[in-house]
Each structure stands twice: as structure tokens, then as C-alpha cells.
């Protein structure tokens, strides 16, 4: 499954991503895990364990998008070179799948394992990208791999997204089976919410809301009578937290019974979904059409025609 974490700057996204992604590796059996970070702060492998040099350290998918996009198109006839990629490119026949876990050039070369949670970052927005680029030319590397990737049951592709509405500048929010949404008791994190879910209302996006720093029932009543039945579930005060937010990361099992059954029920609801490639693909097409119509034409070249109308993703085409 295909699972983000969005929310206000600040509402603890990356730390409920981290919690729960440590949550599942935890796990027995342990699933098959991939953690992305695709925030324009990369703070991730940190909340997950790292260092800041060996987070520093981390190889970069921004980087290398050329290469990327070369890997993923295989030989897909509609392609005629990774220039002619853009970041919503779909997959079609002899494009390169991924899965979740498998030994693939690109996760030998930018996953790196976190604390046992296997983790791929975008790259940060470096002074160099001041005034000539757009942090989303960097997340198009983590757009075009969940695009093409195939995920089974017990399988789960983890992605700390930009904060805010930052997200809605690409298809990018479509590519999730569940969206968690990290809320905290405050007007200005329902307001996030609001914004957030009338975007994504249009697209069939399944958006859950995990209350975060619940501090008493008065800050529950708030989140229930703003949010209402899109609350699943809730984190309170941690000590456990607090600890990892001054660089002492605690194994799993020393989380707060209380907040380790929030992880459970968010798992739950995971899943609980049904996969439906049909509508995936559908929704990387749509996006890819608005984006080609837009800005992405090259050379002259009408980039609708990379689409492969009888194409669809999941595990029938990976056995192909």
C-alpha cells in the first residue's frame, strides 16, 4: 500500500511518519518497507535514527532524475528518450516496474537502510536552487517511482510529504491509497485540514485525520467537532516523542501503550483498502494530460502520446 503523511508545518508529520514506519518494522513477520521522504525539509532519516551527517550522507533521487527516468522507461516504444520524461509520466508495455523490496539499480543506489526501515530522500533544496528551480522538480523522481510501482498486500511505501497544500502542485496527492493527515487541537491545523480536503474531495482521495499533541478531553472534543468522522485516531503528550525531538530516538516498544494503539489502528485502516490499479492509472493519465496540455511539450513533440490506453498497472503486468 501506498501510504502519505501531510499536515500544517510543525503538526509533527515527520514524526508520526517516523513512528509509524519504525511501528511496522517492528512488526513479526516484518512487511515488506520503503520509507520516501519528499519533504522540501528533509527531516526523516533524523526522526527515524540518523545522524545529521549520516542523513547529510544520504544519496539524493533529485540528483539523479536522468537517470532515474532512463530505468523507468525501459522500452517502452511511447518513450523515445528519458528527455522526453516528465515527472507524471505514465508507465505503459516495456516500461520498468518496481516493487516495495526488490533488488532494482535504483534501490541499490538510493535506499539506504534507517533503524531497519529502508528510506529514499528527494534531496533538499540546496542554495544553488535559489531563484532557478522548483522544489518539485526534485519530488518528481518520488512521483515517477510510485507511478511505477507495484505494490502487494503487506507492502507498504511510506511518504513524508511537503507540509500545507504544497503538495497539490503535482498529481503527486493521487498516487496514495490512504493520506494520513496529522491535525493538531489548534484553528490554524483544522484550517490546513479544510483546505486540504477540498482539494483532494474531487479525486477520490481517502483522507485520514490522526489528531497529534492531544494534550485532554477538551482538545479531543475540539478535534472531533471540527473534523468529525474523518478522525481515526489519536496521538497524545509523549515523553517518547519528546525524547526523539532532543536526538534520543527509543526503540519502538518503549512508546506509550496508549500511542502504539494509534499505529495499530492506522494500520488497520490501511489495511483494511482495496487496491484498484484501474483508478490509479486512470488518475497518472488524467494528470499527465493536464500537465503535457500545460507546460510539458518538448521539441514539438505532444508528450499525451506517451499514454498506453490499454495499459494497466499491478501485479498481472509485473508477471508479464
Not at 537517470?67 to 528519458?82: E, F, M, Q, V, W
Not at 490509479?280 to 493519465?285: G, N, S
Not at 496540455?293 to 521539441?299: D, E, G, L
Request: proline share 5%; with cysteine; net charge negative.
Amino acid at each position: 500500500m501506498k501510504i502519505a503523511f501531510v499536515g500544517k508545518g510543525g503538526s509533527g508529520k515527520t514524526t508520526l511518519a517516523a513512528l509509524f514506519l519504525r511501528h511496522l518494522a517492528a512488526e513479526r513477520p516484518a512487511p515488506a518497507l520503503l520509507a520516501l521522504d519528499a519533504d522540501i525539509n528533509q527531516h526523516l532519516a533524523v526522526a527515524l535514527g540518523a545522524t545529521d551527517a549520516q542523513a547529510a550522507a544520504l544519496p539524493t533521487l533529485g540528483e539523479h532524475l536522468p537517470r532515474i527516468k532512463d530505468y523507468l522507461r525501459g522500452d517502452n516504444p511511447r518513450i523515445l528518450s528519458a528527455d522526453d520524461m516528465v515527472k507524471t509520466t505514465p508507465p505503459g508495455r516495456g516500461s520498468r516496474l518496481l516493487r516495495i523490496d526488490e533488488d532494482s539499480p535504483l534501490h541499490r543506489d538510493f535506499v539506504r537502510p534507517v533503524d531497519g526501515v529502508p528510506l529514499a530522500v528527494a534531496g533538499a533544496f540546496a542554495a544553488d536552487d535559489l531563484g532557478v528551480a522548483c522544489y518539485h522538480s526534485k519530488v518528481g523522481a518520488v512521483e515517477l517511482m510510485l507511478n511505477h510501482m507495484v505494490d502487494g498486500g503487506d507492502e507498504y511505501a511510506v511518504v513524508d510529504m511537503t507540509a500545507g497544500a504544497d503538495a497539490f502542485a503535482s498529481g503527486l496527492f493521487t498516487r496514495f491509497d490512504v493520506t494520513f493527515l496529522v491535525c493538531e487541537p489548534t484553528v490554524r491545523s483544522v484550517g490546513v485540514y479544510r483546505q486540504y480536503l477540498g482539494y483532494a474531495r474531487d479525486f477520490g482521495v481517502r483522507v485520514a485525520v490522526v489528531g497529534n499533541k492531544v494534550s485532554d478531553g477538551e482538545d479531543l472534543d475540539f478535534l472531533r467537532d471540527e473534523v468529525g468522522d474523518d478522525l481515526l485516531t489519536w496521538v497524545g503528550r509523549s515523553a517518547h516523542v519528546r525524547a526523539a525531538e532532543r536526538g534520543e530516538v527509543r526503540p519502538i516498544e518503549l512508546l506509550e501503550p496508549e500511542n502504539r494503539a494509534a499505529l495499530r489502528a492506522m494500520r488497520a485502516l490501511v489495511d483494511g483498502v482495496e487496491k484498484d490499479w484501474p483508478t490509479y492509472q486512470r488518475q497518472a493519465v488524467e494528470f499527465h494530460v493536464r500537465n503535457a496540455r500545460a507546460w510539458a511539450h518538448r521539441s514539438g513533440r505532444d508528450l499525451t502520446e506517451q499514454v498506453d490506453p490499454e495499459f494497466v498497472p499491478g501485479p498481472v503486468a509485473m508477471s508479464r
